[in-house]
């Protein structure tokens, strides 16, 4: 059975269907997922996306392949999960020798973790900031790492949009992450 016969059966409250289509397409979510949240949270955070689109299903329109639509939600539901879990608050090592063995000793040091939080934390931003077509676009290149060719196929644009979003999405990054790519803090 092919995708868009699934789809129209799971939109008509088969839930058979929509298990063939999540069997389809799990192993790319959860690449995809993997890519945007910690591993032990991937599989958490790909079954939220795919409970949401099933949730949704009624509002996919069939103008895109199933897996471009799933995509999306699976991208937003990663993002929405990392903006929640950057607010939350941890527990503290125990002051002194006492949390020292918790951490293996090749581990980065507070000051070097806190810096990669704020970086990652304004690359989430930077990319969040970006137009849903460009935001699409880096994530299906960079996270899922199509090609051009395998883009263009998923979107159904041409190879030369492609390259024209990405270059423009890649644009945005630079000025938005500017300092940061210059090896400052992202104040430049």
């Known amino acids: 059975m092919d995708e868009s016969e699934l789809v129209r059966r799971a939109r008509g409250g088969d839930a058979a269907a929509f298990g ?20 032990q949270d991937a599989e958490d955070v790909a079954q939220d996306a795919f409970v ?11 103008r895109s392949r199933f897996y ?3 995509y999306r939600i699976a991208a937003n539901t990663a993002m ?3 903006k929640r ?11 002194g020798d006492e949390g020292q063995d918790l951490l293996p000793e090749d581990a980065p040091g507070p000051r070097t973790r806190a810096e990669r939080n704020e970086l990652a934390r304004a ?31 998923e979107l159904g644009i041409s190879k030369g949009t492609v390259e024209s979003r990405l270059f423009r999405a890649r644009e945005r990054l630079r000025e938005t992450l500017g300092g940061w790519m210059d090896g400052g803090r992202g104040d430049a």
């Open 20 to 39: 063939s289509l999540v069997e389809m397409h799990q192993d790319r979510v959860l690449r995809l997922v993997r890519g945007l949240v910690p591993p």
């Open 85 to 95: 879990e950057s607010y939350r608050r941890h527990a503290p090592l125990p002051e």
């Open 68 to 70: 471009t639509w799933i």
């Open 123 to 153: 690359i989430d931003a930077a990319v969040a900031g970006l137009s849903d077509a460009h935001r699409e676009i880096v994530l299906l290149r960079e996270v899922d790492g199509l090609s051009y060719e395998e883009i263009a196929a």
């Open 80 to 82: 929405d999960w990392r």
């Open 52 to 62: 949401k689109a099933f949730r949704k299903l009624s509002e996919f329109d069939g």
